[in-house]
């Protein structure tokens, strides 16, 4: 089992923007880790406390696939000065070690994590980072 951390910023808090931002970080997890849904064990959103307009688990089901995905949507922990309408997920699933995993940080959450912008087995040849999550 293997855990594949992501997230995005949305650029308001509307049905809209959030299924876009969504659908975006989506697609590109898919793209880059070449993920399957019947090989996901289970996926937790989280949101900022300013994103309320519709659950990302609700946008994530009505892809192909993905409804037979356990998920849950929680509420961010607010920290001051931390950055706004973010959508973070924590995904388990079944993946050979052998595989490379991509962490997939898109718009502003890309500076969360920018010690994961390579690929998981590359990280451990490179000096430590340190960054906020």
């Known amino acids: ?22 659908t975006e970080l989506l697609d590109e997890l898919e793209r880059q880790n070449q993920l399957q849904p019947e090989d996901m064990i289970s996926v937790t959103f989280s949101v900022t406390k300013d994103l ?17 995905v356990a998920m849950l949507d929680v509420q961010q922990m ?8 973010c959508i973070r997920f924590l995904i388990h699933a079944y993946l050979p070690t052998s595989t490379l ?4 940080y898109l718009r502003h959450a890309r500076n969360l994590r920018p ?5 998981q087995s ?4 490179q000096p430590a980072v340190k960054s906020k999550v």
């Open 1 to 22: 089992m293997r855990a594949i951390r992501g997230a995005t910023t949305v650029s308001e808090n509307t049905i809209e923007a959030i299924r876009e931002s969504v």
């Open 52 to 68: 309320d307009a519709i659950f990302p688990a609700a946008i994530a089901r009505a892809r192909p696939g993905w409804d037979n």
């Open 78 to 85: 607010h920290v001051e000065g931390s950055l706004q309408r």
């Open 101 to 104: 995993i991509h962490h997939i």
């Open 115 to 119: 010690d994961w912008s390579l690929p």
């Open 122 to 125: 590359l990280q451990a040849s």
